[in-house]
């Protein structure tokens, strides 16, 4: 257990206003897997990944990453990369300074290959030399994916990673996460589109209303006849 990458046990959150976004939610995510959390809008995706990530204190249950329980600011998580609900770039800063200056702060800057790969997972061509205030929402959610990246850390939690990009730049993303799970790393993302999560993820945990509905490996779940619980992850 100490090895593994992701465990988390009776997660639950309720908001000040009293609403129970997370109700109680456990799944793991394994070396060489890609994970998606699936559901529709409110389904407790974020609020999930937030408490993974110790952004924000569960009410109930817990999470280890690699066998250390995840507090605000535990060392542990110096070596999750993770894009949650937009990064915040430096507008005026192109994106490749933008990168540099995150690589420089939390990266291992003497490994340069490492940034030269980020920077094609951005694909940004000559875009990276110009300010991040031109960027488009897609552009901006490449670049955030490239700075989660930096380092080649063991984990990586993107949440929503391909919003705001089309049809063409989502197939691109597939194999750059499958690629980095085979070698050995745990990618966990969140999405509200039943066809990326099948194309994209090795394993789906269906999540609605603040409950894990069903989790498995995603051939599984396509090939069991329990279809309706897929539908319930209504786009
Ligand atoms: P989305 O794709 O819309 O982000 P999600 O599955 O990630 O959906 P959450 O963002 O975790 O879901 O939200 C779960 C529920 O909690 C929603 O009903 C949402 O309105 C509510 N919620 C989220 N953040 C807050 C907050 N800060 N205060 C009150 N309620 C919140």
Redesign the pocket.
């Known amino acids: 257990l100490a090895a593994t990458p992701v465990v988390v046990e009776g997660l639950a959150k309720a ?3 009293g ?1 129970r ?2 109700k109680g939610v456990s799944w793991r995510a394994e070396a060489g897997q890609v994970v998606g959390l699936l ?10 990944l937030r408490m993974v990530l110790g952004l924000i204190t569960p009410d109930e249950g817990a999470t280890w990453v690699r066998g250390q329980a995840v507090t605000a600011g535990a060392p542990v998580l110096r070596k999750v990369g993770a894009l949650v609900e937009g990064p915040g770039f430096m507008p005026h800063l192109t994106g490749r300074q933008n990168l540099r200056a995150y690589w420089a702060a939390t990266g291992r800057p003497d490994e340069e290959a490492g940034f030269e790969e980020a920077l094609e997972v951005a694909a940004l061509g000559g875009a990276l030399d110009r300010p991040v205030k031109s960027y488009s929402q897609g552009m901006r959610q490449r670049l955030g994916i490239a700075q989660a990246m930096l380092g080649r850390p063991d984990l990586l939690i993107l ?2 990673p391909t919003n705001g990009l089309d049809p063409p730049q989502i197939a691109a993303m597939r194999p750059i996460l499958r690629a980095y799970a085979n070698t050995g790393r745990t990618v966990v993302i ?1 999405s ?1 589109l039943l066809a990326e999560v099948e194309q994209t993820c090795t394993h789906v945990v269906v ?1 609605d209303a ?1 409950e894990v509905l069903v989790s498995g490996p995603v051939e599984d779940l396509l090939e069991s006849h329990d279809t309706s619980v897929l539908v319930t992850a209504r786009p």
């Open positions: 908001y000040p206003d609403h976004a997370v559901g529709p809008n409110g389904a407790g995706k974020t609020t999930t949440d929503e969140s509200h999540m603040g």
